[in-house]
């Protein structure tokens, strides 16, 4: 092992579920995210701090903190049983929909990888990632933690992640993402759930998510629109949890919008808007947000574009492509 | 309305289901198929025949026919109440899970709408040949009578079929089909399934579905065989009416088929081949047989492509595409 002083690396934040596509789609966002450096330990044990830059601090016991899980899952697949001291940035704030826990797991797992010197399998990486997210979530998906680590549109079997379809290069798409003030529990989304459900109503869901995949394979961004809005398994069930939602949808589709649903389990609202008309993007911000105060909540917006790139590791020379290990220019 | 002496349409076999593609795909067969002669009656009574050439006759209750059924279902819509008689010629043998109630029904419908000098829009054509296959079947499931009307390999919401994904000009696609000589209730296959299923399954049935539709847009052959294998809902609750399916399964793949599965709700097992090496398709179709004679079962065996044109009318100048309006060379 050709083991490095120290590493760092970015992940970026990720939209996921998006109607149809539950448990099973997830979307990178350029421009937020997160970045965890890792050094080797003089001691076997690891150890979690979070920078002066951070945005907010989480749980230091390395146990539970979803980065150095993530770090020791990728260590110990390549056979280092040092210990690693790790040094989180949140650049993304928690508990909203919008992917936090997964951005500082990849970040986690792509600086210690090149930390080692070394370089794992796809899947091997895909199942250290998901140890990781399972840290916090208790439910080790693959749908925010792999648009975080290959960045681009991704849909995957949630039970076997390296089965999975990635869609890049929509240059006109642009995702406006609105975060209401408040808290929702995904242990509380989950239980929310039904067990089971009518075959026939999963025959649909499955046409469903067809329909939503074929407008990716397209870039047809008001049949992107439509179908993200078609589902009735999950956000019928989900409701309850978010008082905003229905407000917040008619205001952005009144703005303009392709269309409009809750990004993982919330509380956080994404709009899809093609072309950058920024009159546009504008409106929609704006009506999402208004919607969002008048049912007494806070909020703040943001419009993103799709990150084709993913994990990046920061070099002296500039950032590096984990899926492409190319320099990005 | 310009109302022709007589008029004669074809409509394409189709496979059906294939896996997670259950209830929401299916694909029209070249070189077999319904033929269907429509004539205005002198009276207001609709009648049906088959014609010396048909493989076989079925019931002449007008109320009951598939083909007159769809008939009388444009006539409606083009407002002609009249009376027609129907003659109809099979080339398909009946409850093979090839859809022969589709093909008579497609044919019937065009070959009214040819009749009657008129075009009804897809949405309406769509839904008089649903009523007709909904005659005999019960169910007015969309998953042979789209791909029999416009040919090409389609996934469909079969609750909205006019929601429907369409691909062609696959050509070096072959399906080896083999009808073993037997007899699956459709009646019987649909009670076999569960009514409800477990969400977490209901999730990875519409992944899978999502890869098998990759396959088809990327025309990836090894792709679609996996995924049309991999159904775990539909096949493993059916398997007691296909006692055949293990072994013709086993052969096919020994064979070098790319994939293998029950078209329909059976007993015809399909094999798909990628290319059309002559020795492969002849070493599939005949592993494919052996296997339904080892289980006491005869057996015949044929190759197809795609039949990416569907239903045609029958002019005196050739036939002419009903997708396309356009001759078929």
Partial sequence: MNVN????????????????????????????????????????????????????????????????????????RLGYDGGLDIEITKGLPAGTGMGSSAASCVAAAVATEALLGARLETEHMLAAVIEGEAATSGHGHADNVLPALLGGLIMMRSVSPSDYI??????????????????????????????????????????????????????????????????????????????????VVAGAMQAGAEGCAI????????????????????????AMQAACNENGLEATAAVHQIDNIGARILTTDGPVGYRTRQPIS
């Fill in 166 to 247: 990635r869609f890049e290069g929509w240059e006109s798409l642009f995702f406006v993402v609105v975060l209401p003030e408040m808290e929702v529990l995904t242990r509380e989304a989950r239980t929310a759930l039904p067990e089971s459900i009518p075959l026939a109503k999963a025959v649909d869901h499955a046409a469903r998510l067809g329909l939503l995949l074929n407008a990716l394979h397209h870039q047809d961004a008001p049949s992107l629109g439509k179908w993200m809005m078609s589902d009735d398994i999950v956000v019928p069930a989900r409701k309850h949890l978010w008082p905003h939602l229905d407000d």
């Fill in 5 to 76: 002083d120290e590493a760092s690396a970015w992940a970026p934040a990720s939209i996921s579920n998006l109607g149809p596509g539950f448990d099973a789609f997830g979307a990178a966002l350029a421009g937020l995210g997160d970045t965890v450096s890792v050094k080797c330990s003089s001691t076997v044990q690891d150890t979690v701090c979070f920078s002066p830059d951070s945005l907010w601090r989480g749980p230091t016991d390395p146990g539970r903190n979803t980065a150095s899980v993530a770090a020791r899952a990728v260590a110990q």
């Fill in 263 to 286: 990004s993982g389990s919330g509380p956080a609202v994404l709009a899809c808007c093609s072309g950058n008309g920024a009159d546009r993007l504008r409106s929609v911000s704006s």
